[in-house]
T-cell receptor, first 111, second 114 residues
């Protein structure tokens, strides 16, 4: 019940494309869903986060869509650029300080 | 405004030695979290600390691992008698008091056990 399942494991898109990364959870007590971006050799950086009382949140080119009934949420990257090539992690938390991470998606944006 | 600082960035230890990993949280942050990332895997929660208190250590292995966050100085993750399976990247994150949702990560310490 503590798992967060992320897919796909890897993704390749052309510059300007819209990669979509999906996550699913079981525990309905989760109430905070962040996305992190990680470049090789670096720590994860907080990108954007959503709470279950909204269905969508946008920050720049990054959008989270949230489906509470399906217990799923996804990250969309608009107008993707080669500089977006990184590993993306979804996570979930329920105000305990413990983030439960998905397995990660390696994104490659081709020029 | 300096971010979360971790040192050393790389640490090599032989089997049986001790590893000490240090983490200084962002200025104004009083909560610290430690996560471990094994190769090709996601991050796994280990422990959540506030100054002089362990709040949640449910992710810590029962033996050889310990963590502290003293009143003064950095948080320390200590691994005694390291084994090859301890080789991983260890990340520290911090958050302000009362906001344990928004965690900001440091650059990590990459531990290699030979």
């Amino acid at each position: 019940q503590q798992q967060v399942k992320q897919s796909p494991q890897s993704l390749i898109v052309q510059k300007g494309g819209i990669p979509i990364i999906n996550c699913a959870y079981e525990n309905t007590a989760f109430d905070y869903f962040p996305w992190y971006q990680q470049f090789p050799g670096k720590g994860p950086a907080l990108l954007i986060a959503i709470r279950p009382d909204v269905s969508e949140k946008k920050e720049g080119r990054f959008t989270i869509s949230f489906n509470k009934s399906a217990k799923q949420f996804s990250l969309h990257i608009m107008d993707s650029q080669p500089g977006d090539s990184a590993t993306y992690f979804c996570a979930a938390s329920r105000n305990t300080g413990k983030l439960i991470f998905g397995q990660g998606t390696t994104l490659q944006v081709k020029p | 405004n300096a971010g979360v600082m971790q040192n050393p960035r790389h640490l090599v230890r032989r089997r049986g030695q001790e590893a000490r990993l240090r983490c200084s949280p962002m200025k104004g942050h009083s909560h610290v979290y430690w996560y471990r990332q094994l190769p090709e895997e996601g991050l796994k929660f280990m422990v959540y600390l506030q100054k002089e208190n362990i709040i949640d250590e449910s992710g810590m292995p029962k033996e050889r691992f310990s963590a502290e966050f003293p009143k003064e100085g950095p948080s320390i993750l200590r691994i005694q008698q390291v084994v090859r399976g301890d080789s991983a990247a260890y990340f520290c994150a911090s958050s302000p008091a009362g906001q344990n949702y928004e965690q900001y990560f440091g650059p990590g310490t990459r531990l290699t056990v030979t």
